[in-house]
């Protein structure tokens, strides 16, 4: 028996998962049939992955997001509008189950189960985190969460239309794909519409303070002239 190092042991026992899930599902005894077909003793599935399939599955969607990564990277990002950046990164990580669709349909089946749901959730922030980076998104404040909060409901929503879409080049998948991502950067400018168009309003929390203890000296300050305010007393 060849030694192999845990990494490639966890490879290959997820190689192996990957034919045998397509049809007997994401279960213990699916795993340990994996791990015996990788060339392992009986119960190496338990010490490589303790948690069992759920395990398997987060394993297996980190590696996916590895490999998207490096390829939406390797783009020439700078000719590529935002949005194009998106959707292009988002089919390349919906592609990369490759021929491995039905254990991928089993996988999500799976993860529905109460003790998959919070897997799930993580495992589709985590690739929506991994595109936006990729694309070079350097937000760090609410946007950050915003960003992939959005990204990830689309990446959950076009998830199975993206493995039911049986046609070369999934074009059905792509037109619902092209039209999430047309009503997400049509939300993100109707939110820079409001941030401009309430730029010089009053701070609500003051409106609420001044009912309690009165108007300041001058009248309540916009949110832009309190900018001004607090860079002159610096």
């Known amino acids: 028996m060849t030694a192999m190092t845990p990494d490639n042991a966890r490879h ?3 190689d192996a998962a990957l034919n045998d899930a397509a049809f007997e599902g994401w279960t213990d005894v699916m795993l340990g049939k994996a791990a015996l077909k990788a060339g392992l003793p009986k119960g190496a ?17 980190d590696r996916m997001d590895t490999s998207a990564r490096d390829k939406i990277e390797a ?5 590529l509008k935002i949005r194009e950046r998106v959707t ?4 390349i990580r919906l592609s990369e189950v490759g021929r491995h669709e039905e254990a991928a349909r089993r996988a999500q089946a799976r993860l529905t189960l109460p003790d998959g749901v919070g897997t799930g959730a993580k495992l589709t922030w985590n690739a929506a985190d991994m595109i936006w980076r990729a694309i070079g998104d ?3 404040d609410a946007n950050f969460y915003s960003k992939r909060a959005v990204l990830s409901a ?4 076009t998830a199975p239309i993206w493995l039911s879409d049986a046609l070369p080049g999934k074009p059905d998948a792509r037109r619902f794909l092209d039209r999430r ?4 950067m049509q939300f993100e400018k109707l939110k820079a519409q409001v941030r401009k168009a309430t730029a ?12 309690r203890y009165g108007l300041p000296k001058g009248g309540l300050p916009t949110r832009r002239r309190k900018r001004s305010i607090r860079r002159g007393a610096g």
């Open 154 to 157: 689309v990446l959950a929503s």
């Open 75 to 79: 783009l020439d990002l700078k000719t």
């Open 88 to 91: 292009e990164s988002v089919a």
């Open 181 to 184: 991502i047309a009503n997400v």
């Open 200 to 211: 010089n309003a009053p701070n609500p929390a003051q409106i609420l303070g001044s009912l």
């Open 12 to 14: 290959a026992i997820l």
């Open 45 to 61: 599935s338990a010490l490589y992955f303790p948690n069992g399939v759920i395990e398997v599955i987060q394993f297996w969607s």
């Open 138 to 140: 350097t937000s760090t």
